[in-house]
C-alpha cells in the first residue's frame, strides 16, 4: 500500500479516521473546505467505500471547486508491477494496479496558484504463504489473491520551493508500466529490515522540484485518503455461521485531515489453510 509505513512520508503522516464519518467532500475548516465548499461535480466523482466497517468508512474524491477556475495541467495514468504492499510489521503481498492522478491549478480565490489533486488506484493484490497478515500480523496459512482499491486527493502549496516541473515529462496520457521490482522472498520474510522495491517512481517528485515534501498534503493542511483491500472468496476461512469471516477477508485503512500521525484499520487478511 502506497504511504501507510515506509512509503510516502507525507501519506505516512496523514491520520485517523473518526469512526463512521465520511471524509473528502468537506473539512471543518482551512483550505480544503474553502476549495471543495462550492463544488458543483456530479455524484458519480470516485468513491472508496470499506464495506464490512460498521460505522461506514468511506472517502470521496471530489474535483476543485468551479469558482476557482481551476486549470487542469496533469492528467496521466500508469500501470505498477511488483510493488511490495507494507502492513504493520513489514511487507504482506504483491501488487500490481493501475494509477489516475489529476491536477489543477486553482487561478481565482485566495489560494490563486496553488495545486489541487486526485488519485485512485485500482489493481489485485497477492499475498505469499508465511507473509504477515497487514493488520493483525498472523502468519497467511496458505497463498491468496483478491482485489485492491484507492482513493486519495490533496494539495500542493505553490511557494518558492514546490514548482510544477514537468520538464520533457508528458503531462497527459498513458505512462507505461512501471516495476518495482520486489520480490516474493522479501514480502514472505514480512519484515522491513529485508530490502523490498527497488525502482518506486512517484508522480509528486517527479513532476515537482525538489522541496516539495513539506507541502504535499494528505493530512493537516487538507486532504483524506483511504484503501480497502478484498479477499476473493476462493480464499476466504470458513466460519460456522455464515461461511466466511468477514473480519479477515477485508482489509481498509483510511487517513482523515486534521491529524498529524493517526489512521482508522478495519479487519485483516487471512487466507484459509
Same mark, same amino acid.
Given at each position: 500500500?502506497?504511504?501507510?509505513?515506509?512509503?510516502?512520508?507525507?501519506?505516512?503522516?496523514?491520520?485517523?479516521?473518526?469512526? +463512521?464519518?465520511?471524509?473528502? *467532500?468537506?473539512?471543518?475548516?482551512?483550505?480544503?473546505?474553502?476549495?471543495?465548499?462550492?463544488?458543483?461535480?456530479?455524484?458519480g466523482d470516485p468513491k472508496v467505500v470499506c464495506p464490512?466497517?460498521? /460505522?461506514?468508512?468511506?472517502v470521496s474524491i471530489p474535483g476543485p471547486a468551479h469558482?476557482?477556475?481551476?486549470?487542469?495541467?496533469?492528467?496521466?495514468?500508469?500501470? %505498477?508491477?511488483?510493488?511490495?504492499?507494507?502492513?504493520?510489521?513489514?511487507?504482506?503481498?504483491?501488487?500490481?494496479?493501475?494509477?489516475?492522478?489529476?491536477?489543477?491549478?486553482?487561478?481565482?480565490?485566495?489560494?490563486?496558484?496553488?495545486?489541487?489533486?486526485?488519485?485512485?488506484?485500482?489493481?489485485?493484490?497477492?499475498?505469499?504463504?508465511?507473509?504477515?497478515?497487514?493488520? #493483525?500480523?498472523?502468519?497467511?496459512?496458505?497463498?491468496? @489473491?483478491? %482485489?485492491?482499491?484507492?482513493?486519495?486527493?490533496?494539495?500542493? #502549496?505553490?511557494?518558492?520551493?514546490?514548482?510544477?516541473?514537468?520538464?520533457?515529462? /508528458?503531462?497527459? +496520457? @498513458?505512462?507505461?508500466?512501471?516495476? @518495482?521490482?520486489?520480490?516474493? #522472498?522479501?514480502?514472505?520474510?514480512?519484515? @522491513?529490515?529485508?530490502?523490498?522495491?527497488?525502482?518506486?517512481?512517484?508522480?509528486?517528485?517527479?513532476?515537482?522540484?525538489?522541496?516539495?515534501?513539506?507541502?504535499?498534503? %494528505?493530512?493537516?493542511?487538507?486532504?483524506?485518503?483511504?484503501?480497502?483491500?478484498? *479477499? #476473493?472468496?476462493?480464499?476466504?476461512?470458513?466460519?460456522?455461521?455464515?461461511?466466511?469471516? /468477514?473480519?479477515?477477508?477485508?482489509?481498509?485503512?483510511?487517513?482523515?485531515?486534521?491529524?498529524?500521525?493517526?489512521?482508522?484499520?478495519?479487519?485483516?487478511?487471512?487466507?484459509?489453510a
Amino acid at each position: 500500500m502506497r504511504g501507510k509505513f515506509e512509503r510516502q512520508g507525507a501519506w505516512r503522516r496523514s491520520g485517523a479516521v473518526t469512526v +463512521g464519518a465520511v471524509v473528502g *467532500l468537506f473539512l471543518a475548516g482551512g483550505m480544503a473546505s474553502v476549495v471543495l465548499a462550492a463544488s458543483g461535480h456530479a455524484p458519480g466523482d470516485p468513491k472508496v467505500v470499506c464495506p464490512g466497517s460498521k /460505522p461506514l468508512l468511506s472517502v470521496s474524491i471530489p474535483g476543485p471547486a468551479h469558482a476557482f477556475h481551476p486549470k487542469l495541467v496533469l492528467s496521466v495514468t500508469w500501470k %505498477v508491477v511488483n510493488d511490495e504492499d507494507g502492513g504493520v510489521v513489514g511487507y504482506w503481498a504483491l501488487d500490481t494496479y493501475t494509477i489516475a492522478v489529476q491536477m489543477w491549478q486553482l487561478q481565482a480565490g485566495p489560494y490563486a496558484n496553488d495545486y489541487y489533486w486526485t488519485q485512485t488506484e485500482s489493481g489485485i493484490f497477492q499475498t505469499l504463504q508465511g507473509a504477515h497478515s497487514p493488520n #493483525n500480523s498472523a502468519v497467511e496459512p496458505a497463498p491468496g @489473491y483478491g %482485489v485492491v482499491t484507492m482513493g486519495a486527493w490533496g494539495f500542493v #502549496n505553490n511557494t518558492t520551493v514546490e514548482k510544477f516541473t514537468p520538464g520533457s515529462q /508528458p503531462t497527459q +496520457g @498513458y505512462l507505461g508500466v512501471k516495476n @518495482y521490482g520486489g520480490s516474493t #522472498n522479501s514480502t514472505v520474510a514480512g519484515t @522491513y529490515a529485508v530490502t523490498g522495491d527497488t525502482n518506486m517512481w512517484f508522480w509528486y517528485t517527479a513532476y515537482f522540484a525538489p522541496g516539495y515534501e513539506a507541502d504535499y498534503t %494528505v493530512g493537516a493542511g487538507g486532504g483524506a485518503w483511504g484503501y480497502v483491500y478484498e *479477499l #476473493n472468496k476462493a480464499f476466504w476461512t470458513p466460519s460456522p455461521s455464515t461461511g466466511a469471516t /468477514p473480519s479477515v477477508d477485508e482489509y481498509c485503512i483510511f487517513g482523515v485531515p486534521g491529524s498529524s500521525t493517526l489512521f482508522d484499520t478495519h479487519g485483516d487478511i487471512v487466507t484459509s489453510a
